[in-house]
């Protein structure tokens, strides 16, 4: 079950090698993205994440809010 | 939209997965830095003053306003011990009977904003609204400083 990660444990995390998500479209990446973020649109995660994210490291994701 | 991500991804044999809620809005509504193509634009956090006077509900208002126009300012942020906004004097409020707290003579729980918008919104916005200045915050209510008309105009 995904858990979820408040911005200081996010910044610990990435820190200590998480790999951090952005799903919103590419063109909200591109404007505006935290630092370490890449960018896989929801509508691409089926395509994109066997290959382009490690299973063995975490994996945070996040968009705009919870919506 | 990130809780079904999180789940595919589970789905999809990630073991750890993790959700940010807050998200990018949380992100940057505490000031926290983004890359981009905005990232280089001007925001309210970078141009806000963060050096404007602050004070506490239970000052004397006649200390504040000499505090304040010693430093060259017209305004003053009430603030608590956590730096949470409580109330705005500006220079009407300054002028009001020097004996009085400040609780009595602020103007309460003014508009804030966060530090994330961009200066080119915040000086539509003022001047359609004729604001001088206004308070940037995080979300936590925290101030980041005070952003006046001529620091997002030209």
Same mark, same amino acid.
């Given at each position: 079950?995904?858990?979820?990660?408040?911005?200081?444990?996010?910044?610990?995390?990435?820190? =200590?090698? =998480?790999?951090?998500?952005?799903?919103?479209?590419?063109?909200?990446? =591109?404007?505006?993205?935290?630092?370490? =973020?890449?960018?896989?649109?929801?509508?691409?995660?089926?395509?994109?994440?066997?290959?382009?994210?490690?299973?063995?490291?975490?994996?945070?994701?996040?968009?705009?809010?919870?919506? | 939209?990130?809780?079904?991500?999180?789940?595919?991804?589970?789905? $999809?044999?990630?073991?750890?997965?993790? @959700?940010?809620?807050?998200?990018?809005? %949380?992100?940057?509504?505490?000031? /926290?830095?983004?890359?981009?193509?905005?990232?280089?634009?001007?925001?309210?956090?970078?141009?806000?003053?963060?050096?404007?006077?602050?004070?506490? /509900? +239970?000052?004397? /208002?006649?200390?504040?306003?000499?505090?304040?126009?010693?430093?060259?300012?017209?305004?003053? *942020?009430?603030?608590?011990?956590?730096? *949470?906004?409580?109330? /705005?004097?500006?220079?009407? @409020?300054?002028?009001?009977?020097? %004996?009085?707290?400040?609780?009595?003579?602020?103007?309460?729980?003014?508009?804030?904003?966060?530090?994330?918008?961009?200066?080119?919104?915040?000086?539509?916005?003022?001047? +359609?609204? @004729?604001? *001088?200045?206004?308070?940037?915050?995080?979300? %936590?209510?925290? $101030? *980041?400083? $005070?952003?006046?008309?001529? %620091?997002?105009?030209?």
């Amino acid at each position: 079950m995904p858990r979820e990660v408040d911005r200081n444990e996010l910044r610990r995390m990435v820190e =200590a090698g =998480a790999q951090l998500v952005e799903v919103l479209p590419e063109e909200e990446y =591109a404007e505006d993205h935290l630092p370490k =973020a890449v960018s896989i649109p929801l509508g691409r995660l089926d395509d994109e994440a066997p290959t382009a994210l490690d299973r063995n490291r975490p994996v945070i994701v996040y968009c705009w809010d919870i919506a | 939209m990130s809780p079904r991500a999180a789940w595919r991804l589970e789905s $999809l044999g990630f073991g750890e997965v993790y @959700e940010y809620r807050g998200g990018k809005l %949380d992100w940057m509504a505490a000031g /926290l830095p983004t890359e981009g193509t905005n990232a280089k634009r001007p925001r309210a956090g970078g141009l806000a003053r963060a050096d404007v006077p602050t004070c506490r /509900l +239970d000052e004397r /208002l006649g200390d504040v306003r000499n505090r304040a126009r010693e430093q060259g300012w017209d305004a003053a *942020v009430v603030i608590n011990s956590e730096r *949470v906004v409580f109330g /705005l004097l500006r220079a009407k @409020e300054l002028d009001l009977e020097a %004996d009085q707290q400040v609780s009595q003579a602020m103007r309460p729980a003014p508009s804030t904003f966060r530090p994330y918008v961009l200066a080119e919104e915040m000086a539509a916005y003022m001047r +359609d609204h @004729e604001r *001088v200045s206004v308070v940037i915050t995080t979300s %936590d209510g925290r $101030l *980041v400083g $005070l952003l006046r008309q001529e %620091d997002v105009s030209g």
